[in-house]
């Protein structure tokens, strides 16, 4: 993940209200969630994002694996297959564009497993009121520990960020909170072939990819680099924006001439769900050139 939890700057009610199908799910934490941020015109789109549904996802497993490292990936994706989300996934030797890419690490903790995953938007990010935003999960980079006793409840919990559920929730049943002995016991019930599901990420899946959660007034030119950046890529035809978002940092960025990464970084995440006036829009040095 980039860079957890301050209070939600939407009303889970309010949501479940909107959409009454969220009931559904027992248990969820989806109010856990760290959103994606779009910046733009003076306010803070706070948003779900998640792959969309009737395609398998393209899996690609490094080629230095071994064949129980594997063997537990493929288990967790079976079980994530199964735990009714919609979901599928195709396994492929090399990603040719999006998809999940999955890497082992020799010397990383297990709890140090990471995943970056970036999620694409449509139309510059401009929302109209009362609209989702067109987003989707475009791609995602996982890197698991070797020797990982909980290796396959690991990759259960790295597999549910690049679903699109990022955050931990602090309480609950989801294999997303940050708990070792859920991880273990996980690990064993699925390795053994046990039922696996997850009402937090199933409630992500019950909604449109898009959701709004809020929007959020910034003070008057905040959000001016990106808008001139986002204009920029418009006329040039540059590929993005693909958004990263973590617990307290992320970034926006576009693929420019000859695919080299324009972005912005985007700080006090964290902060700026409680005030968005702490959010830092900060351009990268391609940014900058561009921009001047």
Not at 35 to 41: D, E, F, K, L
Not at 123 to 143: F, L, N, T
Not at 166 to 173: E, K, L, N, S
Not at 204 to 226: C, E, F, M, N, Q
């Amino acid at each position: 993940m980039l860079g957890g939890c301050a209070a939600p700057a939407w009303d889970a009610e309010q949501l479940a209200a909107r959409h009454p199908e969220l009931r559904r799910h027992s248990g969820q934490r989806l109010a856990a969630v760290r959103p994606y941020y779009w910046p733009g015109r003076d306010a803070l789109t706070l948003f779900l994002c998640r792959w969309r549904l009737g395609e398998p996802i393209p899996v690609s497993i490094a080629a230095d694996a071994t064949a129980e490292e594997r063997r537990a990936v493929h288990l967790a994706l079976a079980a994530w297959e199964g735990a009714g989300l919609g979901v599928s996934f195709a396994r492929v030797e090399r990603l040719a564009g999006a998809g999940i890419e999955i890497e082992f690490v020799s010397g990383m903790l297990s709890w140090a497993a990471s995943t970056v995953a970036e999620c694409a938007v449509g139309g510059d990010g401009d929302v109209p009121p009362g609209r989702a935003v067109d987003a989707r999960m475009r791609a995602a980079s996982i890197q698991l520990g070797r020797n990982d006793p909980r290796l396959v409840g690991s990759a259960l919990h790295e597999l549910g960020h690049a679903l699109g559920f990022q955050g931990h929730p602090r309480r609950g049943d989801s294999i997303m909170r940050r708990d070792p002995k859920r991880l273990l016991e996980t690990s064993v019930r699925v390795g053994k072939g046990g039922a696996f599901s997850d009402a937090t990420l199933s409630a992500l899946y019950a909604l449109p990819s898009g959701t709004v959660l809020a929007r959020l007034p910034l003070p008057a030119g905040r959000t001016a680099a990106l808008d001139r950046l986002a204009a920029i890529a418009r006329r040039k035809g540059w590929r993005g924006p693909w958004l990263q978002v973590g617990d307290t940092a992320g970034r926006i960025g576009w693929r420019g001439a000859g695919g080299a990464w324009v972005a912005l970084r985007l700080t006090g995440l964290r902060a700026a769900l409680e005030d968005p006036r702490k959010l830092a829009i900060e351009p990268d040095a391609n940014a900058v050139r561009w921009l001047d």
